[in-house]
C-alpha cells in the first residue's frame, strides 16, 4: 500500500486543512507541509470527543476490545507504507520501526485482551445487612468506569508506540474515552497514516467518529490548547522535562484541574557491586556501551550513568565501555532540535567542575556519536546538575572511595524510570541496602542487565518519582496503564433494572 500524505488534520472522520502550514524534516527528499493546528481545531475535536463519550463509554467491553484489535488490523494492512514515510521523517533504520510497528499493535491486542477479562473493573460488594445494629448496612458496589475524552501528545523518540496508537491512546481507548492527539511534528506523515489507520477501524465498528481525533501541529499554542479546553479530562504526555513541567502547571492551574500523566526525564544509574565488577567488569562495560548508544541514545531508559567503588576493576570497566564505545560512530538522530539540546548538554556537562572527559566525539546538524565521562563520588554530590538528563549517547561514570559512599550517591538521586545492580552472589549484602533506597527513587529496578527494552506486560511498569514522571502511582506501559483514565463510581442501592451490566 502507498501513502502520499494529505497534510490535514483528522477531526471527527473529516480531513482538515488550516491556513497556516508547517514543514516535516525528512532525512533525505522533499519536505512536506502539514497543516498547523489552532486553538479552533482543538475545540472542534475536543466538542466531537464529547459528544462521543456517550455512547463510547457505555459500549460493552467486547465492543471496545473488536476495536482495537481492527486498529492493529488497519495498521498491519499499511505496515510497508509505516515503514517507509517512518524512516524517511525519523532516520530510524526500517527494522526499528517494524519492530515498533509490531510493538503498537501487540498493545493494542493486549488492551483488547485485558478489557474483555474485565479484571481491571476493579469489582467490588459490600451486600447489605439490615439488620445490623446500630445502624443497617446498604448494599455498596464499586467498579472503575472512563473520566471522559483524553489528550494525548505524540512522542519524538517513539513515532508509532508512544504516539498516535501508542500505549496513551490504546490505554484511553479501552477505558472508554475517546481521544484528541497532538501529533509531533518530527513525524507528522506517519501520525497521519496511523490516523487513517484508526479512522477505517472506526468505520468498520461502526462508532462514533468522534471517538479519534487527530490535530498537528509545531507550536506550543496547540499543546496549550488540548491540556486547557474544558471538555478534556486527563493528558497522557511523553517528552522533556521542560515542556512536560509546562504542560503540568497549565492542567493544575485551570479552573477544574486535571490529572496529566507525563513521563518526563531520567538517567537511569546503574551500580556495580564489588563482586560483580571483579567477576565480570569488563563485559558489564561492553554491555553498558551497546544499551547507553542503542538508538543513538535517545531511549527514555538510556543508562546515563555508572556507579562502581574505585579501583584496577572499576577501570578495567571503564576501559572496556570506552573501547566499545570507540566503534560506535555518528548516529542520526530524530531531529535537528534534539541534535542541537544533545550537543548543549554534551557542553554542560564537559565544563562541569571535576569531570574528566574519557571520550569525546562529535555532534553534526543531525546526528552525534558517543561521549564518556568521568568522575568522583565526592564531585558528583556536589554538583547536582550532573545528575540531569542528556537526551543522547553521553555516559558518565562515577567513582566511589567506598560502598558507603555508593549509598550516599545512591540517595543523592532524584526520581528514575528505572535503576540497575550488577551483582554475584557475593554482593547479596551490600545489595539488600541498596534496594530500598532504590525502591524510593525508580519505578522499575533491575538485577544484572540493562533497561533499554520494555515489556509490555501486566506487571511493568514504566514510571516513577518526579522528574522521571509526574504521577508516581502511574506507569504508561503494560496493562495498569489503563487506570489513569478510570475513576471509581459507588452504587448504592442500586435495582437490578439500572446496574451497570458490568456490575450485574
Known sequence: MSFTPKGKHLIAGEWVSSEETFSNLPMEGEA????EGTPA?????????????????????AD?????????????????????????ETGLPAARLQGERGRTTGQLRLFAQFIEDGDYLDRRHDEALPDRKPLPRPD????????????????????????????DTASALAAGCPVVVKGHPAH???AEIVAEAILAAIEACNLHKGVFSLVQGSSKEVGA?????????????????????????????????????GELGSVNPIFLLPEALKSRGETIGVGWAASLSMGTGQFCTNP???????????????????????????????????????????????????????????????????????????????NEELGEEVFGPLGIFVTVKDFDEMVAVAKSFQGQLTATLHMDRDDTQKAGTLVPILERKAGRILVSGFPTGVEVSDAMV???PYPASTNFGATSVGTMAIRRFLRPVCYQNFPDGILPADLA
Open 462 to 464: 514504566h514510571g516513577g
Open 304 to 382: 546515563g550513568v555508572s556507579i562502581a567503588v574505585e579501583g584496577p576493576d572499576a577501570d578495567a570497566c571503564l576501559e572496556a565501555a570506552t573501547a566499545a564505545l570507540v566503534e560506535v560512530g555518528e548516529q542520526a538522530m530524530l531531529t535537528p532540535g534534539i541534535a542541537n539540546a544533545f550537543e548543549g548538554g554534551q557542553k554542560r556537562i564537559a565544563a562541569t567542575s571535576g569531570v574528566r572527559e574519557v571520550l569525546k566525539s562529535g555532534c553534526s546538524a543531525r546526528g552525534a556519536s558517543p561521549y564518556l565521562y568521568a568522575t568522583t563520588g565526592a564531585e558528583w554530590l556536589a
Open 41 to 61: 481545531d482543538i475545540d472542534q475535536a475536543a466538542q466531537t470527543a464529547e459528544e462521543a463519550f456517550w455512547s463510547f463509554s457505555a459500549s460493552s467491553r
Open 140 to 167: 455498596l458496589r464499586l467498579m472503575q468506569r472512563p473520566v471522559g475524552p483524553v489528550g494525548v501528545f505524540g512522542a519524538s523518540n517513539f513515532p508509532l508506540a508512544f504516539s498516535t496508537a501508542g500505549g
Open 32 to 35: 512536506a507541509r502539514f497543516a
Open 225 to 261: 490548547a488540548l491540556v486547557q479546553h474544558p471538555l478534556i479530562k486527563a493528558v497522557g504526555f511523553t517528552g522533556s522535562l521542560g515542556a512536560g513541567r509546562a504542560l503540568f502547571d497549565l492542567c493544575a492551574s485551570r479552573p477544574e484541574p486535571i490529572p496529566f500523566f
Open 64 to 88: 471496545r476490545a473488536a476495536f482495537l484489535n481492527k486498529i492493529a488490523d488497519e495498521i498491519e494492512a499499511r505496515g510497508d507504507a509505516i515503514t517507509a514515510i517512518g524512516t524517511v
Open 188 to 190: 507528522p506523515g506517519t
